[in-house]
């Protein structure tokens, strides 16, 4: 009677031990490599909407054409921002408001997630080349987002990315891959 007592004991401290450790993991992960980050507002939409919860790698991240990222919040627009990154440094991006075509070192951008073309130039002149160092961000919602054209968000430096979002994994219903 008293073994099999000493085994249950046994067993209930494994499963704590495994228990602690299994937090301990999760919280260094979230610590260090990623995050979640909840959407505000609805400049990326159709792509990703107001509430949906994210998955965003947060570690050894270098910023490409086409992800979509999340800027620091003490960044001169004042809050955290969820956006595509449409140019990095050394591009030049051009935008035809009359055509809605985003171009980028002269090439027109292929940009199927959009919600519609791009009408909106912004308030900074362009052509316009992104410094060394500097990202041009935009929002699938082209019409409704306030991102790189404006000169209250401007370009971006590389160093205030959060990270590139991975995954939405809230709603449930519409848990994926985010592209």
Same mark, same amino acid.
């Given at each position: 009677m008293?073994?099999k007592?000493?085994?249950?004991?046994v067993d209930l401290l494994?499963?704590?031990?495994?228990?602690?450790? #299994?937090?301990?993991a999760?919280v260094l992960?979230?610590?260090?490599?990623?995050?979640i980050?909840?959407? =505000?507002?609805?400049s990326?939409?159709?792509t990703?909407?107001e509430?949906? *919860?994210l998955?965003?790698q $947060?570690?050894f991240?270098?910023?490409?054409?086409g992800?979509?990222v999340v800027? =620091?919040?003490?960044?001169?627009?004042?809050?955290?921002?969820?956006?595509?990154?449409i140019?990095?440094g050394g591009d030049?991006? =051009?935008?035809? #408001?009359e055509?809605?075509?985003?171009?980028v070192n002269g090439e027109?951008?292929?940009e199927?997630?959009?919600?519609?073309?791009?009408?909106t130039?912004g308030n900074?002149?362009?052509?316009?080349?992104?410094?060394?160092g500097?990202l041009?961000?935009?929002?699938?919602n082209?019409?409704? $987002?306030t991102?790189?054209r404006?000169v209250?968000?401007g370009?971006i430096?590389e *160093? =205030?990315i959060?990270?590139?979002?991975?995954w939405r994994?809230?709603?449930?219903?519409?848990?994926g891959?985010?592209?």
């Amino acid at each position: 009677m008293e073994e099999k007592r000493f085994r249950k004991n046994v067993d209930l401290l494994d499963w704590y031990d495994a228990l602690v450790f #299994a937090l301990a993991a999760l919280v260094l992960i979230f610590a260090f490599c990623a995050r979640i980050v909840v959407v =505000d507002g609805h400049s990326m939409e159709p792509t990703l909407h107001e509430q949906d *919860r994210l998955l965003v790698q $947060s570690t050894f991240y270098k910023p490409q054409r086409g992800d979509v990222v999340v800027v =620091d919040g003490y960044i001169n627009y004042g809050k955290p921002l969820v956006k595509r990154v449409i140019a990095v440094g050394g591009d030049t991006v =051009d935008i035809d #408001a009359e055509q809605g075509i985003v171009y980028v070192n002269g090439e027109a951008l292929d940009e199927p997630y959009t919600a519609e073309p791009t009408y909106t130039e912004g308030n900074i002149g362009f052509p316009l080349t992104v410094p060394e160092g500097q990202l041009f961000l935009m929002g699938d919602n082209r019409q409704h $987002s306030t991102d790189s054209r404006f000169v209250s968000v401007g370009l971006i430096d590389e *160093r =205030d990315i959060l990270g590139k979002v991975l995954w939405r994994i809230f709603p449930l219903n519409a848990f994926g891959r985010i592209k």
